[in-house]
């Protein structure tokens, strides 16, 4: 095995994710979360020193959930209810959003908009029923760049009612941070040069916290993998030579088991895929994951190692894991109202009419408005719907620059790409739009109540893509 190269700050460090650490933190580092008084899973968001990117560099202060990046992995059956007794330990207001899970509004963990935020010292308890199975996440809606960008965020798994016939079930939680050369996070968040072009990318790339060199394997082994996406803007392509993974889910929703499109699984930042992979190679063989998103700063996230024993299986199953669909609820598409949000700004662009951009933003603009931060969203909202009303929305990126944009509250089907229908009309709760392209997408307003629309790029969302989306 070569030399691991040196952590290097700068772009090209993001080769970081390829140095040492053998077989290190395959498993996230907190086993689980801890259990609270009344069956509630006690989180806290707090200052912590953790070793990010391994000996011989220092470790990093973060901002952690239960004092690991990323936070405990959040496990659950479908139908539960989940309890969490949420402690803010920062020194600023926070609140935590569950990405993904349909919950009542006034559990969305939105400041202002859906809760007060929490206070330093204070508390919230979060309590919603979990009606949809798969794999989901955690984070702040609060400062999200920042706290995002040191730390803050969690897996949450709902697992299926039956159990999924797999060998392994795993989490992979991919993280991108910017670390100065003492690997500290540098503290130049919402740089306009970042906000206006493509977010704050960082130059080291974490798999559940660490750099991870080698996941050990056994050849027949069939895994299941839980991709997601926590990086702040950071977009993923995953190859996994020498394997044909199938994609079972996406953002925790099953999808017909195929190959993954052009053989790279492609996470924008908050999306997740569920992968079932089955492990062909033979014993001592070693396999590269790739990330190559960014064609000229293609790097190895990993690589998969088989060990010496024998294959568990003589010829892998060859029957798919077809996951059981969730309980969503039916599109009337002939009933539906339609709206459209154009997304237009950022670098080598425009914004509409009347506004500039300044140093101070705003950078983007979704149908010509642009608020900047949480705080604007006591304001109209930028679209009313009927409660229980089927909405088609069209969105339209109009910029140079690739946008995952996320709803709150309603998972939404992928109906027209540049308008050719989507071959498997997923649901999903985040799309990534490509520069200039137009996708349509479709969901029920099930739920009463002032839900966030906006990038997942969260400079991009600071600094104008956000907006709300009433459901009256
Ligand atoms: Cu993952 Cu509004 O967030
Ligand atoms: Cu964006």
Redesign the pocket.
């Known amino acids: 095995m070569t030399a691991p190269p040196p952590f290097r700050p700068g772009r090209r460090a993001v080769l970081a994710a390829a140095a040492g650490l053998a077989g290190a933190a395959l498993l996230p580092r907190a086993a689980g979360a801890v259990a609270a008084a009344d069956g509630a899973v006690a989180l806290t968001a707090g200052p912590a020193r953790v070793s990010l990117v391994g000996p011989p560099h220092p470790q990093t202060t973060v901002w952690a959930y239960n004092g690991t990046v990323p936070g405990p992995v959040l496990r659950w059956r479908q139908g539960d209810t989940a309890r969490i007794a949420f402690t803010n330990a920062l020194a600023e207001e926070t609140t935590v959003?569950w990405?993904?899970l349909r919950v009542p509004v006034a559990m969305d963990g939105?400041p202002h908009l859906s809760q007060p935020p929490v206070p330093p010292g204070g508390r919230f308890t979060y309590a919603f029923t979990l009606k949809d199975a798969g794999t989901f996440?955690y984070?702040p809606?609060a400062n999200?760049a920042q706290q995002v960008g040191r730390g803050l965020a969690g897996v949450l798994v709902v697992k299926e009612r039956e159990p999924v016939p797999v060998d392994r079930d795993l989490v992979w939680a991919l993280s991108d941070w910017r670390l100065t050369r003492e690997a500290a996070v540098d503290d130049g968040f919402g740089h306009p040069m970042d906000a206006s072009h493509a977010g704050r990318l960082g130059n080291t790339v974490t798999l559940n916290g660490a750099i991870v060199d080698a996941v050990p394997v056994r050849a027949g082994e069939r895994l299941r993998l839980r991709l997601a996406n926590l990086a702040g803007a950071r977009v993923f392509a995953l190859e996994f030579r020498g394997h044909a993974p199938q994609v079972i889910a996406l953002d925790g929703h099953p999808v017909p088991p195929h190959a993954p499109d052009g053989d790279r699984v492609v996470l924008g930042p908050?999306q997740r895929a569920d992968l079932m992979l089955d492990l062909t190679g033979a014993p001592g063989e070693r396999f590269d994951v790739v990330d190559s998103f960014h064609p000229r700063q293609t790097y190895r996230l990993t690589s998969l190692v088989y060990g010496s024993d024998a294959p568990v299986r003589r010829s892998p199953s060859d029957t798919p894991v077809v996951l059981p669909a969730n309980p969503l609820p039916p599109l009337d598409l002939a009933g539906a109202v339609r709206h459209d949000v154009v997304i237009e700004g950022g670098a080598m662009g425009r914004l509409p009419d009347g506004m500039a951009m300044t140093p101070a933003g705003p950078f983007w603009t979704l149908n010509g408005t642009a608020p900047m931060g949480h705080a604007a969203h006591a304001g109209p909202p930028l679209i009313t719907v009927k409660r229980g009303q089927t909405v088609r929305m069209g969105f339209v990126n109009d910029t140079a620059w690739w946008h995952p944009m996320?709803l709150?509250g309603f998972p939404f089907r992928i109906l027209t790409r540049n308008g050719a229908p989507s071959p498997r009309e997923e649901w999903r709760d985040?799309v990534l739009l490509a520069p200039r392209e137009a996708v349509e997408i479709a969901f029920v307003a099930e739920e009463p109540g002032d839900w966030?629309l906006?990038c997942?790029v969260l400079d991009h969302?600071e600094f104008g893509m956000m907006a709300v989306l009433r459901v009256a």
């Open positions: 959003h990405h993904g939105v996440w984070h809606h999200s908050g996320h709150h985040t966030m906006h997942h969302q």
